[in-house]
């Protein structure tokens, strides 16, 4: 199991972010629950988004994922390389990337909350160290380097991803994408919807087959 003891206080504190969050994502991974909900469109993108990829771009991928979901992590570390150089830096797709809390909960729900709390422009390269180093940290079975390091790439200092984690707004920002996510029908992760339509399979070759057809008739 993944130690959660963590080496400051407000992260300590995060068993309050995780209650929140992962209390959906827990029902909404019951097929059971997302069948009787899986009615409303996947919420539209705003401002609160984080975006990688130009505002313009005329395909928007919407991603749920979780920090503590190793199939995430694998998209994240071996196939996000290939779909950023061929979609993303040449203007075709913006990505957004959406949190779906998985168990370990307060672990997850943890390593959301430092990533919203990364300054401006920063938000991928927390997500990159926490993907990247999240095969390390079960392994090991300690989270404590593994945020740390996930810190030392948010542009943040240690106290201000305190005092951002303890902000109630941090907790209802989660819990609205969570929210979307049962809604739209999530029932695992990743799942990625390409303007508006799910895909349910993630591998570049089925996202490129969804994508490509809306490229061309532009």
């Known amino acids: 199991m993944l130690r959660s003891r963590l080496t400051f206080k407000a992260l300590l504190g995060a068993a309050a972010l995780a209650a929140v969050a992962v209390a959906n994502p827990s029902a909404a991974l019951d097929p059971a629950v997302t069948r009787a909900s899986a009615t409303a469109a996947v919420p539209a ?17 919407i991603e749920y994922a979780s920090f503590t979901c190793s199939h995430c992590a694998h ?45 401006p422009n920063r938000f991928f390269d927390v997500a990159h160290s ?46 609205a994408e969570v929210d979307g996510a049962v809604a739209a029908g999530v029932t695992g992760t990743p799942s990625f919807f390409v303007n508006g339509r799910r895909v349910s399979d993630h591998s570049l070759e089925a996202l490129s087959a969804a994508i490509d057809p809306l490229i061309r008739t532009r």
């Not at 071996?78 to 168990?103: E, H, N, S, W």
């Not at 989270?143 to 907790?171: L, V, Y």
Request: glycine share 6%.
């Open 45 to 61: 993108v705003t401002a609160a988004d984080r975006v990688l990829g130009r505002a313009d771009a005329p395909v928007t991928v």
């Open 75 to 119: 998209w994240t570390n071996d196939v996000l390389p290939q779909f950023k150089a061929r979609y993303i830096d040449t203007g075709k797709v913006r990505l957004v990337f959406r949190d779906m809390p998985t168990p370990p909960a307060q672990i997850a729900a943890t390593a959301a909350g430092i990533a919203r709390c990364a300054a």
């Open 130 to 175: 926490l993907m990247s180093g999240q095969a390390a940290a079960f392994e090991k079975g300690d989270a404590r380097d593994w945020f740390a390091a996930a810190i030392a790439a948010s542009g943040r200092t240690q106290e201000q991803i305190e005092t951002c984690m303890k902000n109630p707004a941090t907790s209802q920002a989660l819990q």
